[in-house]
T-cell receptor, first 115, second 111 residues
């Protein structure tokens, strides 16, 4: 069975602080995809990143970076120099390669960035 | 290009009533999905349409939920009769190949 755990329910930081959102997953599959989505106050889920389980290279996109560690089944997301606009709920998700149509989401982490 | 749209954005109904949620996918997307987030928990898969056919409905909670996709275009999700535990946010997503694009969700409150 597939499971994604986001243990941090809510995090509050002050603007310009760095913050890491944790994501731990469970799957027996050797090949899978991992995703991060952002849900701003407007409600829609905004795609941030997709990572294939074969690719363990960390990725950086502007102030965002992702640390994928297959050995610990984690796919953590770090925001550097956080901004108020980063306030949102962030979801981590896993998708099986043999059924790309079914997402397994975590429960989300609400990030509050205060000015 | 318009994204995935959902109607209504909010719905408040009483237990026992019927509610119908609508999703309009991105034009040309054959795949349409319904998900639900209940009480701040994880977003759970409900079902997947390919055009007008149900490809996977393994996530549908019970027979009070009925999803349809007329002509392979928009989709409706009917809850009849609604129960308190049905409260939550219902997301719709669509895709052609690969990435799913999500709508803003419908927040359903059952009193």
């Amino acid at each position: 069975a597939q499971k994604v755990t986001q243990a941090q329910t809510e995090i509050s930081v002050v603007e310009k602080e760095d913050v890491t959102l944790d994501c731990v997953y469970e799957t027996r599959d050797t090949t899978y995809y991992l995703f991060w989505y952002k849900q701003p106050p407007s409600g829609e889920l905004v795609f941030l990143i997709r990572r294939n389980s074969f690719d363990e290279q960390n990725e950086i996109s502007g102030r965002y970076s992702w640390n994928f560690q297959k050995s610990t089944s984690s796919f953590n997301f770090t925001i550097t120099a956080s901004q108020v606009v980063d306030s949102a709920v962030y979801f981590c998700a896993l998708v099986r390669v043999d059924n790309f149509n079914k997402f397994y989401f975590g429960s989300g982490t609400k990030l509050n960035v205060k000015p | 290009e318009a994204g995935v749209t959902q109607f209504p954005s909010h719905s408040v109904i009483e237990k026992g009533q019927t509610v119908t949620l609508r999703c309009d996918p991105i034009s040309g997307h054959d795949n349409l999905y319904w998900y639900r987030r209940v009480m701040g928990k994880e977003i759970k898969f409900l079902l997947h349409f390919v055009k007008e056919s149900k490809q996977d409905e393994s996530g549908m909670p019970n027979n009070r939920f009925l999803a349809e996709r007329t002509g392979g275009t928009y989709s409706t999700l009917k809850v009849q009769p609604a129960e308190l535990e049905d409260s939550g946010v219902y997301f719709c997503a669509s895709s052609q190949v690969g990435e799913q694009f999500f709508g803003p969700g419908t927040r359903l409150t059952v009193l």
